[in-house]
């Protein structure tokens, strides 16, 4: 099931699908939809989870608000979205911009968290990765804009500038803020992400309660390089939240 439904007097294009387990909410990426990413993520959870999603506001067919870009604004929608249409505790599975937004919300609303799984998320702008510049908006993005947003296609020019501003300046996560985080966190990456391994590794090692997937191969577009492989790894995580008992431990001591 999927439309419109009213979040905080906004309109927001919102997913739902049949209730088989645990309430789980994916979040796409920055600049993409929940249709860009939802069917390399779906056949991890779809048959034992009660899968929620939604555009953010700015994106896919959900229209923009003023500061809508920025981490605070779309946590802050995320939240309002689990109070108000998921309403209850929930896995939270986000790509990039939508992994950002889940350890953000862990740490305003841990009450609201059950797990999440971060891909190819980074807590800090500041990643080992070179500065983002501002490229040039494809023919095919130009369409998928003009097509779904309910904003002026030559917004889409716009929304790319403040987004990248946003990359280039947010999050600014600490560790010792992600060390507050205290659920289940698989963090899961390409072996050649946007930012640098010992950003994702400083990442894992700061989470009380985290594991580390690396999958090799592949690039921040993880989910549509090797998607079994992905799915695997969230299906083996969601299936057994206890800590791991493995068989020479040193992190986990």
């Not at 906004?10 to 309430?23: I, K, N, R, T």
């Amino acid at each position: 099931m999927s439309g419109y439904i009213d979040l905080q007097g906004h309109q927001v294009w919102s997913y739902e699908l049949p209730d088989h387990g645990d309430a789980t909410l994916l979040l796409h990426g920055g600049m993409s939809a929940t249709e860009d990413f939802d069917k390399y993520l779906l056949p991890a959870v779809e048959n034992d989870h009660h899968v929620f999603a939604y555009d953010r506001t700015g994106h896919g067919r959900t229209g923009d608000q003023e500061g809508s870009f920025h981490f605070a604004f779309q946590t802050n929608e995320a939240i309002a979205y689990l109070e108000d249409v998921v309403r209850e505790p929930a896995h939270l599975i986000g790509w990039s911009d939508g992994g950002i937004i889940s350890l953000l919300v862990a740490l305003e609303r841990p009450d609201l968290v059950k797990s999440i799984v971060a891909i190819g998320a980074n807590y800090h702008f500041d990643n080992g990765s070179p500065h983002i510049p501002l490229g040039e908006i494809s023919e095919k993005d130009r369409a998928e804009h003009a097509e779904r947003s309910p904003d002026a296609p030559e917004t889409l020019d716009d929304k790319q500038a403040r987004t990248v501003h946003v990359w280039n300046t947010e999050p600014t996560l600490q560790i010792e803020e992600l060390a507050k985080i205290n659920c289940p966190v698989l963090v899961l990456a390409g072996d050649d992400e946007a930012f640098s391994f010992q950003h994702t590794t400083s990442l894992y090692e700061a989470l009380p309660h985290g594991q580390l997937a690396i999958i090799p191969g592949t690039s921040h577009f993880v989910i549509k390089e090797k998607p079994a492989l992905v799915q695997a790894m969230i299906k083996g995580f969601l299936s057994d939240l206890t800590p791991p008992q493995t068989r020479i431990p040193i992190r986990r001591k």
